[in-house]
């Protein structure tokens, strides 16, 4: 099978193309910026390659979706296969994703019912991926192995904006400032229900944006996803600040993001807890995962019921994960076996604590998870999505 993939510089590329060639499949590989495929910038060189196919069961790859590209493909009747792992993402607001031959592959099941809502029927659900044998392989030659714990409780991720920054305003209107905090407040409280996906409709969506002389323009967006993805990054920041303080004030903590300085003017002074830079993807990370006692995965609140890839990256890693309940991790793993799920504040800080203070359970549920995330590699996923009928 002929296959051209385009990259943009995502983290996953290695692995996807190590994994591409272990299949056997005849990979070219075109690497620029999202921008520049969106503005049609590598037109020439995707028609060069499909002018240049010579099997039927061709196809173009990338991760996330890329409108253009997906109208070239469509032109040409050459079958286009995306794996999504933003959610949302605009680019599958675009009219382009009703392409008869896209395959696009979304990791949130509820993203997938958002966009059938709009009868797009080129979208599927399937969850991410990750390579368990590139990660063992690299921490075997980097001499670290299950049990060498250097770290007590950890977070690998960015801390997300503030409203105002999320809303893209200096200064948010009092009525709204007031109705997004008591709604981030009642979310805190709630997993397995998404209350700006409920509570945001059109009507409100216009209104705000009326209200704040927000012009939205040609945007195909829909304004009430529009809106329900800025308060929910929002949220999503509220939300980690608060976490990662409570578990700083009681344990040893440590944060790695990507903006040092931004971070501590976020978290203030938290007596535990020590901030650290951003980390590379295949070396620092998995380390970081295999050596901490707990790691903490935050979902973005935007995210209704997939799995998030750090949850996966760390079960691959062979770490210790305590993550915030989504539907869909318990359709591949077992609560308090493979992982440990929370679903309140006080949960947390009750289970990072007893699981810090039972270290044969604690490395026993990180074995099994490192077992079961197996199941979720990139060579089964490749198989199973690029040989579809």
């Not at 659900?125 to 030659?141: N, S, T, Y």
Request: charged share 25%.
């Amino acid at each position: 099978m002929q296959v051209l993939y385009l990259s943009w510089g995502e983290n996953s590329f290695q692995d996807a193309y190590d994994n591409l060639i272990a299949l056997g499949y005849e990979v070219q590989v075109i690497s620029s910026t999202v921008k520049d495929y969106l503005a049609g910038k590598k037109d020439g060189e995707i028609t060069s390659w499909i002018a240049s196919v010579t099997e039927e069961n061709a196809l173009i790859f990338s991760f996330n979706f890329l409108p253009g590209v997906s109208r070239l493909a469509n032109e040409a009747k050459i079958r286009y296969v995306s794996l999504v792992y933003d959610w949302p993402n605009y680019t599958l607001y675009d009219p382009a994703v009703y392409g008869a031959y896209n395959e696009i592959h979304l990791f949130d099941r509820g993203g997938v019912l958002r966009l059938q809502e709009f009868l797009v029927s080129t979208v599927f659900h399937h969850p991410l991926c990750v390579d368990v044998e590139r990660i063992d392989e690299g921490l075997k030659k980097a001499g670290i192995s299950f049990g060498e714990e250097l770290y007590d409780v950890s977070f690998v991720g960015n801390l997300y904006p503030t409203m105002e920054e999320a809303l893209g305003l200096t200064e948010v209107p009092t009525y709204y400032r007031g109705f997004f905090q008591g709604m981030a407040d009642a979310q805190g409280k709630l997993y397995g229900i998404n209350l700006a996906h409920e509570i945001l409709d059109a009507t409100f969506a216009q209104k705000y944006y009326e209200a704040v002389g927000m012009s939205l323009g040609d945007l195909t967006i829909p304004k009430e996803d529009l809106l329900s993805k800025q308060v929910n990054d929002y949220i999503t920041g509220k939300e980690r600040v608060e976490l990662i303080a409570a578990l700083g004030e009681h344990y040893s903590s440590h944060l790695f993001t990507g903006n040092v300085e931004k971070a501590k003017r976020r978290m203030g002074e938290v007596e535990h807890l020590t901030i650290h830079g951003p980390v590379d993807y295949y070396q620092e990370m998995p380390q970081i995962f295999r050596t901490s006692k707990v790691n903490l995965n935050l979902t973005a609140r935007s995210i209704t019921s997939g799995i998030p890839l750090r949850v996966l990256d760390i079960l691959g890693a062979g770490g210790f994960c305590v993550s915030n309940y989504q539907e869909e991790i318990l359709e591949y793993f077992e609560d308090g076996k493979d992982l440990v799920l929370f679903s309140s504040k006080e949960e947390l800080l009750e289970k990072v604590d007893y699981y810090l203070n039972h270290d044969e359970k604690r490395r026993q549920i990180a074995q099994n998870g490192h077992s079961s995330v197996a199941k979720l590699n990139y060579r089964d996923t490749f198989k199973e999505l690029m040989e579809r009928k």
